[in-house]
Protein backbone atom coordinates (compact mmCIF):
# COMPACT_ATOMS: atom_id res chain seq x y z
CA UNK A 1 0.00 0.00 0.00
CA UNK A 2 1.03 3.14 -0.62
CA UNK A 3 0.06 6.50 0.58
CA UNK A 4 0.51 10.03 -1.47
CA UNK A 5 0.14 13.36 0.56
CA UNK A 6 0.70 16.80 -1.37
CA UNK A 7 1.02 20.11 0.44
CA UNK A 8 2.60 23.29 -0.81
CA UNK A 9 -0.84 24.79 -2.74
CA UNK A 10 -1.83 28.06 -2.14
CA UNK A 11 -3.36 31.84 -3.61
CA UNK A 12 -0.94 33.38 -5.61
CA UNK A 13 -0.80 36.31 -8.23
CA UNK A 14 0.06 35.97 -11.71
CA UNK A 15 3.92 35.72 -12.58
CA UNK A 16 4.69 34.30 -8.98
CA UNK A 17 5.97 31.05 -7.81
CA UNK A 18 5.30 27.70 -5.82
CA UNK A 19 6.55 24.41 -4.78
CA UNK A 20 4.11 21.54 -4.61
CA UNK A 21 5.48 18.38 -2.98
CA UNK A 22 3.92 14.86 -2.95
CA UNK A 23 5.20 12.56 0.05
CA UNK A 24 5.32 8.95 -0.91
CA UNK A 25 4.86 6.64 1.68
CA UNK A 26 4.73 2.66 1.74
CA UNK A 27 6.62 -0.69 1.62
CA UNK A 28 9.23 0.78 -1.01
CA UNK A 29 10.55 4.67 -1.86
CA UNK A 30 9.39 7.30 -4.62
CA UNK A 31 11.94 5.70 -7.06
CA UNK A 32 10.01 2.55 -7.02
CA UNK A 33 7.23 4.05 -8.98
CA UNK A 34 6.19 6.56 -12.02
CA UNK A 35 4.51 9.86 -9.92
CA UNK A 36 3.04 12.53 -12.00
CA UNK A 37 0.95 15.64 -11.43
CA UNK A 38 -2.65 16.15 -12.52
CA UNK A 39 -5.10 19.19 -11.77
CA UNK A 40 -8.36 19.28 -11.64
CA UNK A 41 -11.05 22.24 -12.12
CA UNK A 42 -14.75 22.18 -10.91
CA UNK A 43 -16.72 20.43 -13.56
CA UNK A 44 -13.60 19.25 -15.55
CA UNK A 45 -11.75 15.94 -15.83
CA UNK A 46 -8.48 15.52 -14.26
CA UNK A 47 -5.92 16.72 -16.42
CA UNK A 48 -1.97 15.87 -16.61
CA UNK A 49 0.66 17.86 -15.60
CA UNK A 50 4.04 16.60 -15.30
CA UNK A 51 5.09 13.05 -14.88
CA UNK A 52 8.68 11.54 -13.24
CA UNK A 53 9.05 8.27 -14.94
CA UNK A 54 12.52 6.52 -13.60
CA UNK A 55 14.55 8.98 -16.02
CA UNK A 56 12.01 10.66 -17.93
CA UNK A 57 10.21 13.47 -17.44
CA UNK A 58 7.20 14.94 -19.81
CA UNK A 59 5.15 17.65 -18.95
CA UNK A 60 2.06 19.32 -20.72
CA UNK A 61 2.36 21.56 -23.45
CA UNK A 62 1.56 24.41 -22.01
CA UNK A 63 3.90 24.12 -18.45
CA UNK A 64 6.78 23.53 -20.40
CA UNK A 65 9.53 25.61 -19.70
CA UNK A 66 7.68 26.97 -16.31
CA UNK A 67 7.46 24.00 -14.38
CA UNK A 68 9.67 21.31 -13.07
CA UNK A 69 9.19 17.83 -11.73
CA UNK A 70 12.05 16.80 -9.39
CA UNK A 71 12.69 14.12 -6.32
CA UNK A 72 14.62 13.16 -3.06
CA UNK A 73 14.64 10.04 -2.93
CA UNK A 74 16.10 9.78 0.71
CA UNK A 75 12.81 12.05 1.51
CA UNK A 76 10.51 9.96 -0.62
CA UNK A 77 9.05 12.79 -2.14
CA UNK A 78 8.58 14.54 -5.62
CA UNK A 79 8.10 18.11 -5.95
CA UNK A 80 6.76 20.53 -8.56
CA UNK A 81 8.49 23.48 -9.17
CA UNK A 82 5.51 26.00 -10.62
CA UNK A 83 6.96 29.10 -11.71
CA UNK A 84 5.75 32.16 -14.07
CA UNK A 85 2.34 31.29 -12.84
CA UNK A 86 -0.64 31.99 -15.06
CA UNK A 87 -4.76 31.90 -13.77
CA UNK A 88 -5.57 28.83 -16.03
CA UNK A 89 -2.89 26.95 -13.99
CA UNK A 90 -5.31 27.32 -10.80
CA UNK A 91 -7.05 24.03 -10.19
CA UNK A 92 -6.61 21.28 -7.20
CA UNK A 93 -3.24 19.40 -7.91
CA UNK A 94 -3.32 15.67 -7.67
CA UNK A 95 -0.32 13.48 -6.99
CA UNK A 96 -0.40 9.86 -8.49
CA UNK A 97 1.81 6.79 -9.19
CA UNK A 98 1.68 3.78 -10.10
CA UNK A 99 4.82 1.34 -9.84
CA UNK A 100 7.56 1.78 -11.97
CA UNK A 101 6.77 -0.78 -15.63
CA UNK A 102 3.31 -1.31 -15.03
CA UNK A 103 1.71 -2.67 -17.78
CA UNK A 104 -0.54 -0.48 -20.28
CA UNK A 105 0.49 2.68 -18.66
CA UNK A 106 0.23 5.73 -20.19
CA UNK A 107 1.85 8.77 -18.33
CA UNK A 108 -0.95 11.12 -19.31
CA UNK A 109 -3.72 8.88 -18.67
CA UNK A 110 -5.29 9.08 -14.95
CA UNK A 111 -6.97 5.48 -15.28
CA UNK A 112 -2.66 4.17 -15.52
CA UNK A 113 -2.38 5.58 -11.72
CA UNK A 114 -3.33 3.28 -8.92
CA UNK A 115 -2.73 5.69 -5.85
CA UNK A 116 -3.19 9.12 -5.30
CA UNK A 117 -3.13 11.80 -2.81
CA UNK A 118 -6.41 13.78 -1.08
CA UNK A 119 -5.11 17.60 -3.57
CA UNK A 120 -3.95 20.95 -2.91
CA UNK A 121 -5.79 23.80 -4.05
CA UNK A 122 -3.50 26.50 -6.45
CA UNK A 123 -5.12 29.56 -7.32
CA UNK A 124 -3.52 32.00 -9.72
CA UNK A 125 -4.94 35.39 -9.26
CA UNK A 126 -4.40 38.06 -12.59
Known amino acids: QVQLVESGGASVQAGGSLRLSCAVS?????????VAWFRQTPGKERNFVAVQNWNDRYYLESVKGRFTISSDNVKNTVYLQMNSLKPEDTGVYYC????????????????????WGQGTQVTVSS
Open 26 to 34: GRTGAYDYA
Open 96 to 115: AATPLFSSNYAYFRATSYGY
